[in-house]
């Protein structure tokens, strides 16, 4: 006779009524603030955008403003992100393959970022490379502008941008190991063959995750480059920036028209991760089962 048969069920297997009554409240409460809080919002910006028509909504996103500050968005996350991938890739390496002075101080500065408001990052900008800051009378000298031109908006994203690469990299290689590596240069591989054909496709996951919110972010950057970019319209706007100018001059349609982009670009980036994520767990599993039939 088995003993095992006769062990009663542990109660957490058996969830008494009172325990489905109260996982039902929970999951009732979180699918009304999601509503409230995220799916009515984002319903809420198309429904203001198409109030007026279609019509009135292509003409509106049509606008040269709107189709600069479009261009201009485009332009400034295509510079910052290679620029956020070089400088994670690099710190990730070096953070998790070698020990170093200053490591610790290195990992402190990547957070910078994300304690810091863009705003303050901004004024930091204005503070160094502005007219009356500590480099702006030699760059005005050799009429170099960076404040109120796109270089300034820029610098800015790729400040509030650049810790989101290396945050994905860097848990992600320290459980990872070096095995691989360590292998690869046992067998007389140099380092750039190390990192293209071992360290690279070991890494693509995470890196392409955060590629993804380095761009989310880039797209949607408002503080920081609000207070870089001197708001001249056709010149300095990007699009956050054109939809709150929209919005001051009351044209609220013609605002939430280009709010609809970037909750458009929000959406996709969304899709795209969750496609990466699904990716990467058939990847993971079916090496898995390669490595353990």
Same mark, same amino acid.
């Given at each position: 006779?088995?003993?095992?048969?006769?062990?009663?069920?542990?109660?957490?297997?058996?969830?008494?009524?009172?325990?489905?009554?109260?996982?039902?409240?929970? *999951? +009732? @409460? /979180?699918?009304? $603030?999601?509503?409230?809080?995220? !799916?009515?919002?984002?319903?809420?910006? #198309?429904?203001? =955008?198409?109030?007026?028509?279609?019509?009135?909504?292509?003409?509106?996103?049509?606008?040269?403003?709107?189709?600069?500050?479009?261009?201009?968005?485009?332009?400034?996350?295509?510079?910052?992100v290679p620029l956020n991938v070089i400088f994670g890739i690099a710190a990730s390496w070096a953070i998790t393959r070698f020990d170093f002075h200053g490591k610790t101080l290195l990992i402190t500065l990547i957070d910078i970022p994300l304690a810091v408001s863009p705003v303050v990052a901004g004024m930091m900008y204005v503070e160094v490379f502005g007219?009356?800051?500590?480099?702006?009378?030699?760059?005005?000298?050799?009429?170099?502008?960076?404040?109120?031109?796109?270089?300034? *908006? +820029? @610098? /800015?994203?790729? $400040?509030?941008?650049?810790?989101? !690469?290396?945050?994905?990299?860097?848990? #992600?290689?320290? =459980?990872?190991?070096?095995?691989?590596?360590?292998?690869?240069?046992?067998?007389?591989?140099?380092?750039?063959?190390?990192?293209?054909?071992?360290?690279?496709?070991?890494?693509?996951?995470?890196?392409?995750?955060?590629?993804?919110?380095?761009?989310?972010?880039?797209?949607?950057?408002?503080?920081?480059?609000?207070?870089?970019?001197?708001?001249?319209?056709?010149?300095?706007?990007?699009?956050?920036?054109?939809?709150?100018?929209?919005?001051?001059?009351?044209?609220?349609?013609?605002?939430?028209?280009?709010?609809?982009?970037?909750?458009?670009?929000?959406?996709?980036?969304?899709?795209?991760?969750?496609?990466?994520?699904?990716?990467?767990?058939?990847?993971?599993?079916?090496?898995?089962?390669?490595?353990?039939?």
């Open positions: 006779m088995s003993v095992g048969h006769n062990l009663p069920t542990p109660s957490i297997l058996r969830p008494s009524a009172k325990q489905k009554v109260g996982r039902g409240v929970l *999951i +009732v @409460l /979180a699918l009304l $603030f999601l509503a409230i809080f995220l !799916v009515l919002p984002l319903v809420t910006v #198309f429904v203001e =955008a198409f109030s007026e028509g279609w019509k009135i909504y292509r003409n509106s996103i049509q606008q040269a403003d709107v189709l600069f500050a479009l261009r201009l968005t485009c332009l400034v996350t295509g510079i910052a007219l009356h800051g500590w480099l702006g009378p030699w760059m005005l000298a050799h009429n170099l502008h960076v404040i109120f031109a796109i270089p300034g *908006i +820029v @610098l /800015a994203t790729v $400040f509030v941008t650049f810790p989101f !690469v290396a945050r994905e990299l860097i848990p #992600f290689m320290q =459980a990872q190991g070096s095995d691989e590596e360590e292998a690869a240069t046992a067998l007389g591989a140099n380092g750039w063959s190390i990192f293209w054909r071992v360290t690279l496709p070991n890494i693509k996951w995470a890196l392409l995750y955060g590629i993804i919110l380095t761009a989310a972010r880039a797209i949607g950057e408002f503080g920081a480059v609000s207070v870089v970019s001197g708001h001249i319209r056709g010149q300095t706007t990007t699009l956050p920036l054109q939809v709150e100018i929209f919005y001051n001059e009351y044209n609220f349609t013609a605002a939430f028209a280009a709010a609809s982009l970037l909750t458009l670009a929000a959406l996709l980036t969304l899709v795209i991760k969750k496609v990466i994520e699904w990716s990467s767990v058939i990847h993971y599993r079916i090496e898995a089962e390669i490595i353990e039939p």
